[in-house]
């Protein structure tokens, strides 16, 4: 049986990118046409970058780690609005390859593997403006189950303990979501995290990389997913969720590789209507 193999975990912090107007065209043109008309119509600058760059670490993906020509990649997406590789094709000697990305706040994260699905999601750790945390519970309880709850509302944690514990297993959730591509559809109470107590709290050791998260769906435990948690910076927190066939657990304590615009302008090239 094919083993497990995650080829990448980027992030790429946008508050660090402050691009001039011409900088910010050129690496607009790298990306499909329809993608640069899709970020052209965003309101706020912040936004187009989050969404611009996560478009560029897909291409950088397949042109630096698997040799594809930057002008020959396209993507295209799901009925659930997951991003795909429909050229080149791919050969059935090729591994399956299978990539997600994720962007909120400062930072865009990528993660890619052979022979398994695999799911990312970053949030930062922030009320909406104008919400009380009171509010912004009372809103989103219903998406977890009466456990993840009685964890995150810990009377012994502060509000601001509270928030950090409900976006951890908020990445949690979306992560698997996201890595099985089925949006929506999706009942989040009946995706169950329990969190492991032979692990430390991400809460009071943000520095830490948990790997003992399991997953339950609808009570019966999925020993087959895995799940890799931690953080970027004080404020956002990141989960990749992957799944491994023959049950064997090969998780490591890798972190997330740090990728400039230097590397996406090193690589990137203006896309060429045929």
């Known amino acids: 049986m094919s083993s497990t193999n995650i080829t990448a975990r980027w992030a790429f912090n946008v508050n660090e990118w ?15 046409p329809e993608e640069k008309s899709r970020i052209n119509r965003f309101h706020f600058i912040e936004d187009a970058k989050l969404s611009l760059i996560g ?20 993507f295209s997406r799901t009925g659930k ?3 795909i590789l429909v050229n080149p094709k791919m050969k059935d000697s090729d591994p399956v390859i299978s990539f997600n990305i994720s962007h909120h706040g400062d930072w ?29 519970f009372e809103t989103l309880k219903d998406r977890f189950s009466d456990y993840e ?17 409900f976006y951890q297993f908020w990445c949690l959730k979306e992560s698997y979501v996201k890595a ?4 929506l ?15 430390p709290n991400l809460i009071e050791n943000p520095q830490i990389i948990k790997t003992k998260t399991q997953l339950f769906i609808n009570n019966k ?54």
């Open 221 to 274: 435990l999925q020993p087959e997913w895995k799940f890799v948690e931690s953080y970027l910076d004080d404020l956002h927190c990141v989960c990749i969720a992957y799944n491994v066939l023959d049950h064997e657990s090969i998780i490591n304590s890798q972190t997330f590789e740090k990728i400039n615009i230097e590397e996406i302008l090193n690589y990137g090239k203006k896309i060429i209507l045929n």
């Open 81 to 83: 609005n997951k991003p």
């Open 108 to 136: 865009v994260v990528l993660v890619a593997s052979e022979n398994s699905l695999i799911g990312v999601d970053v949030m930062k750790v922030e009320l909406p403006s104008n919400q009380s945390l009171e509010y912004f």
């Open 18 to 32: 402050n691009p001039s107007d011409e900088q910010y065209q050129q690496v607009l043109s790298f990306i499909q």
């Open 55 to 74: 478009r560029c670490l897909m291409r950088l993906l397949f042109c630096k780690l698997y040799k594809y020509d930057w002008n020959m990649i396209q």
């Open 180 to 183: 099985v591509g089925l949006g």
């Open 149 to 165: 709850w009685s964890t995150i509302t810990n009377p012994n944690y502060t509000q601001f303990q509270q928030l950090h514990q």
């Open 185 to 199: 559809s999706l009942d989040l109470r009946s995706i169950e995290f329990h969190l492991s107590n032979e692990e």
